[in-house]
């Protein structure tokens, strides 16, 4: 089991570096994510960077044994009481580091709800069938619907949240 008492000794504070860092490395199915969600014709780390670290909000880096990031995430408030989560990682984060992630996002979640959060969201392609199972199986979102045709070229866009009496 996973502790959420503390986060993983490898998590810090996310700084833009991080951010623009991770972007550059990304995974081919979050590029293709951005690209869908965006409407954009070609993936833009700099552009992704960018929006990423203009949202406000509770954020993390998860370092890898080289001090170099691996995995970024936070979330941002949609509305009162309601945050949506983001995050950008490397095939080597996601391939050797995915418990870190999922301790420090854990965490993060747990604390949100500790300070008043009533939801915790997240959306992805639906096509991207392992991250979708990362929610549900390790951090407890459910599978709450599919908004279909919603990508820029038809792609239908899978939606997940967690309440804080789930």
Avoid at 94 to 104: E, I, L, N, V
Wanted: proline share 3%.
């Amino acid at each position: 089991m996973i502790s959420l008492h503390r986060p993983p000794a490898n998590m810090i504070e996310c700084k833009n570096w991080h951010i623009s860092y991770l972007c550059e490395r990304l995974r081919e199915d979050e590029r293709e994510q951005f690209v869908a969600l965006f409407v954009v014709d070609a993936f833009d780390a700099e552009r992704v960077a960018a929006h990423l670290i203009g949202l406000t909000g509770p954020r993390f880096a998860v370092i890898g044994a080289d001090g170099m990031p691996v995995a970024a995430g936070g979330f941002h408030s949609v509305q009162p009481g309601v945050w949506e989560s983001w995050m950008v990682g490397s095939a080597e984060g996601w391939s050797t580091h995915w418990r870190s992630m999922t301790k420090a996002s854990r965490w993060l979640m747990r604390a949100l709800f500790e300070s008043g959060a009533r939801r915790l969201q997240t959306h992805a392609l639906s096509s991207r069938t392992l991250a979708g199972e990362w929610y549900v199986r390790c951090l407890d979102l459910k599978l709450e619907g599919v908004l279909r045709h919603y990508g820029r070229s038809g792609e239908d866009l899978s939606c997940f949240g967690r309440v804080r009496e789930d």
